[in-house]
């Protein structure tokens, strides 16, 4: 795939369970670096979506192509990375072993079957702990951090496997305004440093205006609006819980 | 009909059975039982020769032989034995077959044989296990390790895929699509979210096998029910009922280290009522 081909191109998907579709006939694109929020009211279709992207659901109807490969095929390891609602992390596990899942796919059988990752890979992981503003808190095990710390270890999984794609569900909910402003600036730093696109989930427009260069409203089993944002970066307010 | 329209018939399908179910189920509880007893003719059962047996016992256990103490500490060491092999090998051997089991990680035609395989492991409790073998390979304890092996792959792999099952989808899900394989995936996240229930259930399991490594000693598959069903033949009761003090203080001290062994892995159970 060349850098310039859009990593995520949707053309008449449909999405849902069992043959139900909750969203029908989507078409978009999401650009190289660029970040794409979903937003829409409970149970509108927005975690189906990115599921469904991510690989977990099968496309119900139409194309879809991430990371040039037509789903419900998966794209090469490692270049998509996926943080759902409840961040998807081990909670008996401590950070630091959390924050090596995102080098799995480098690791070969053996080292696997042993649960070896290489000198080098445990370096990236404690700088990226480190960064996301959790040093110390290496050989914490998970289940032992507040939300906002767990969001942390999910981000720097992601600056450790440093994947070409990014769909994050719900990143920011529940989070008092400094914590969501400082998870937001992790996610920007990672996003500038790789060029990544991401995909995010976000129930508050506003915030979803903020971080992203284009909103997709969803409702009424489909898109309903597109917002092209001027992101101004500028610091998120205190969330609105649902 | 929307989803909506569906979800609320739902909600009121459930209401209903919740409101009639319940009253149903306490009388057809009811009714079974008494079925059961009226079938079993348990309501005719003689009583009347037990006091006279009772006396019969007593007058042959009291005073119990003390002569047989060593005897018996040697059988409930080697009842011990046979239930740490083979608990030890039957968890070890079931846990691959479990995770293929688990509906959650691997295909309907792969999890179907594999349960089918345990379910064939358990229709046969322990002791039956024990004569098959005593059969195939002679008395002694070898026959024995091998009906617990046998009887704890079945019993403990059920609970093991259902605790696999049991577990939070999302760290599957999440790993899954960062590009790790299966083996990555059971390795790295399903293992070490089961691990503390796994130990647990391995605590259950060997308390449960003393229990019954000390019963298949009676079919000849050593063991300290070796020598209680020796002494039986012989109606040596003084002697018989020495053993039956071993195995019971054995399992009373088993059943609290197993206890607190399990709280400590499961975290704090000891939430009481009375506090």
């Known amino acids: 795939m060349t850098r310039s081909s859009p990593p995520i191109r949707c053309r008449g998907l449909s999405v849902g369970y069992d043959e139900d579709p909750v969203l029908e006939d989507l078409s978009f694109t999401v650009g190289n670096g660029s970040t794409v929020a979903l937003v829409g009211r409970s149970g509108c279709g927005k975690t189906t979506l990115l599921k469904t992207l991510a690989g977990i659901l099968d496309p119900l109807d139409g194309e879809a192509t991430v990371l040039s490969t037509s789903l419900p095929q998966s794209p090469p390891p490692g270049e998509l990375g996926y943080i759902p609602q409840s961040l998807g992390l081990v909670m008996h596990e401590t950070v630091l072993t959390n924050v090596l899942h995102g080098r799995l796919s480098d690791l070969g059988r053996m080292r696997s079957l042993l649960g070896r990752f290489p000198a080098d890979a445990k370096t990236e992981a404690r700088e990226a702990i480190e960064r996301v503003g959790l040093d110390g808190y290496e050989q914490s095990r998970v289940k032992e951090l507040s939300g906002g710390q767990r969001r942390r270890v999910a981000i720097a999984r992601a600056f450790v496997q440093e994947p070409r794609v990014l769909l994050a569900d719900e990143m920011l909910s529940e989070l008092d305004g400094e914590t969501a402003q400082s998870i937001v600036d992790c996610l920007v730093t990672l996003q500038q440093e790789t060029g990544m696109s991401v995909v995010i989930v976000e129930h508050n427009l506003d915030v979803a205006k903020d971080i992203s260069d284009t909103v997709l409203r969803l409702g009424a089993g489909g898109i309903e609006d597109r917002i092209e944002s001027v992101s101004t970066r500028e610091p998120v307010t205190q969330q609105s819980h649902e | ?275």
């Open chain 2, 1 to 275: 009909m929307s989803n909506v329209d569906r979800t609320i018939s739902a909600a009121a399908l459930r209401t209903r059975l919740k409101t009639f179910g319940r009253p149903l189920l306490f009388i057809l509880v009811f009714v079974l039982a008494v079925w059961s007893i009226w079938i079993l003719e348990l309501h005719q059962t003689d009583f009347s020769g037990g006091a006279d047996g009772l006396t019969f016992l007593y007058g042959a256990a009291i005073p119990p032989e003390m002569s047989v103490l060593e005897v018996g500490l040697r059988g409930l060491l080697e009842t011990l034995y046979i239930a740490y092999v083979g608990t030890l090998f039957g968890v070890l051997l079931s846990l691959p077959v479990s995770l293929v089991a688990s509906r959650n990680l691997f295909p309907w035609y792969l999890t179907l044989p594999a349960r089918w395989f345990l379910a064939v492991l358990r229709v046969l409790p322990s002791i039956l296990w024990a004569v098959i073998f005593v059969i195939l390979i002679g008395t002694g304890p070898a026959a024995g390790v091998f009906a617990i092996t046998l009887y704890t792959i079945g019993f403990i792999g059920k609970l093991e895929y259902e605790a696999f099952e049991g577990l939070d989808n999302e760290p599957i899900e999440a790993v899954s699509s960062l590009g790790a394989t299966r083996l990555q995936i059971l390795r790295f996240v399903v293992l070490p979210q089961a691990i503390n229930s796994l130990i647990s259930q391995t605590m259950f399991m060997f308390e449960y096998n003393v229990r019954h490594a000390a019963a298949i000693g009676i079919v000849g598959a050593g063991g300290i029910g070796y020598y209680i069903m020796g002494y039986l033949d012989f109606l040596q009761y003084d002697r018989v009922i020495v053993l039956l003090a071993i195995v019971f203080l054995a399992v009373l001290v088993i059943d609290e280290l197993s206890y607190r062994l399990r709280s400590f892995f499961l975290g704090d159970t000891s939430t009481s009522l009375s506090k």
